[in-house]
């Protein structure tokens, strides 16, 4: 919800307050400390309120921004459950953007959902020197033609990536074998191994016959393009 639909969405439940006889605009100015003609004015869509102005607003009618939303809206922000004890738990497959960037994943972000046994993921180590604990650990990434095309025969077209966003560590998961990461490259999430570089990373492919790449992480910690490392791979989705 943008911030015009939030102040039209204020002034429904003002009006319709002033209308059932719960307050008056001269109460309610009195609470914000505005005029009445202020609010007034602002119930007639002859001016806004300044986002300090709304939150005053919003405090002196015991109201949240979230008591302003659409009940289906609210739904699309809220994170994804955690499943509930059993023994499968369900992992939001999301694109590249949500799993690059968002450390609590919202319904809104989650395309589908995989199913994964509990016992699979509590098998897998944590990264305990993660900076990002408080993230939504696990999500699953599907694999991109071009993806396979250079990670084949590791990864297939259309493979879900069970990927674990708190291991950005480079040091091998398990000795003598190459971590498969998910990287960040613009607005694309590609899968590869990873070297670095000093502040770059060398996306390395898993066909000999398909070139490096070299990342520039511009101001950026070159770890912070890293989604995180691909933990077990669904080869058909």
């Given amino acids: 919800m943008g911030f015009s639909a939030l102040s039209e969405a204020l002034r429904r439940e003002v009006s319709r307050r002033i209308e059932s006889g719960e307050l008056t605009g001269t109460e309610l100015a009195r609470r914000v400390g505005f005029t009445q003609a202020h609010i007034s004015n602002f119930l007639n869509r002859k001016r806004g309120l300044k986002l300090s102005a709304l939150d005053r607003t919003l405090r002196a009618l015991d109201l949240t921004i979230y008591d302003l939303l659409d009940p289906v809206e609210a739904a699309r922000h809220a994170a994804v459950p955690e499943s509930p004890p059993g023994d499968w738990v369900e992992i939001p497959l999301v694109g590249a953007e949500a799993a690059a960037a968002s450390a609590a994943i919202i319904e809104g972000q989650a395309r589908d959902r995989v199913m994964y046994r509990r016992a699979v993921l509590d098998r897998i180590q944590p990264d305990t020197s993660s900076a990002r604990k408080a993230w939504t650990r696990f999500v699953v990434v599907q694999a991109s033609a071009a993806d396979a095309a250079v990670m084949w025969p590791r990864v297939t077209a259309g493979a879900l990536l069970l ?8 040091r091998p998961y398990q000795k003598d074998q190459r971590n498969l990461y998910v990287v960040r490259r613009k607005d694309a999430a590609v899968v590869r191994y990873i070297e670095a570089a000093g502040d770059r990373l060398i996306l390395r492919p898993h066909n000999p016959e ?28």
């Fill in 163 to 170: 990927t674990d966003r708190h291991w950005t560590s480079l």
């Fill in 210 to 237: 398909a070139p490096a790449e070299l990342l520039p992480a511009g101001d950026s910690n070159a770890r912070e393009l890293i989604v995180g490392r691909v933990a077990c791979i669904y080869l058909e989705p």
